[in-house]
């Protein structure tokens, strides 16, 4: 073999050798995707999905640098959640990330072996999701935020800051599956203060008007609006309708006292998102749901008072609520 031959072959074999290493650290290296399914819009879910972004980088994952995203949102309609799942299952993602028992349950319904790591109000146990919460079981886990488990002291502090009505109404969304527990723990509440409650509901816009229309027909004093994506998406609508008719009204979402309703009192919902994308973050570098994430509780809560809106309302908050307000707007 001449030298000349010799070289160019020493010169293909070395350049094959490079190649094999760039190769294989290409697929060593093949960015995670993660789905993000939930029952809201893109812009009512805006400060989840920042929320989440700031968890999961703590965990060194980044939108665009080593981490991409797949986002399904089912604008209200929860009956869209199973289609949308089975999209983000087609697409082969690597992880689910669900907002809300709908999305988290579509989830589960769509993948037996992809990862989901859901937020919710609800009890994760309850419906289903997890057999435990120490030890969850299968690809399902994540964080339970205090939403439907407060719904008794929501009654109590409208109670407290509308101490002479005696029928409180409940407005909930059916569709959603918190709905019926919901319920039964409002009334069990009013019952034991003495009150009444009348509940109404709405799963689209036009039924928002006539559960109004029902309550004032039926003259209740007070409104309790029910934690629910679709609910949270009309907030403006629903904070108009309740001034216009002079309804104290208690919300899950501190964007109902803000947008000018009397009083909101629920969940931090940043907090319960970001631990959301730490545990996402956590299962992207190897960790299983099955046995070792536990779900979590996110257990901070904010009342929010708007001052305001209050003294227009004639209400007359007490000293007390005033002191465990987490902000106060004046």
Known sequence: MSPKIKRRAFITLLGGAAALPLAARAQQIAIPVIGLLSGGTSEADAFRVSAFQEGLSETGYAEGRNVKFEYRWAEGQYERLPALAADLVNQRVTLIAATFLQAALAGKAASTTIPIVFATGGDPVRFGLVASLNRPGGNVTGISVLFNVVVKKQVEMLSETAPT???????????????????????????????????????????????????????????LVAADVFLTSRTDKIV????????????????????????????????????????????????????LLPVQQSVKLDLIINLKTAKALGLEVPPMLLARADEVIE
Not at 174 to 203: H, K, T, W
Not at 261 to 282: D, K
Request: with cysteine.
């Open 240 to 291: 108009d309708l309740a001034v216009r008719h002079k309804l104290p009204m208690l919300c899950s979402r501190r964007e109902c006292a803000t947008a000018g309703g009397p009083m909101s009192y629920g969940a931090n919902l940043a907090e319960g998102y970001r631990l959301q994308g730490i545990y996402a973050g956590r299962i992207l570098k190897g960790e299983k749901p099955a046995d």
């Open 165 to 223: 009505v005696g029928l409180i109404g409940f407005l909930v969304n059916p569709a959603n599956s918190n709905a019926g527990s919901d319920i039964q723990d409002a009334e069990e509440a009013a019952l034991a203060l003495g009150r009444r409650m009348i509940v109404v509901r709405a799963s689209s816009e036009g039924e928002i008007e006539a559960a109004f229309g029902t309550l004032i027909e039926q003259q209740a004093g007070a409104l």
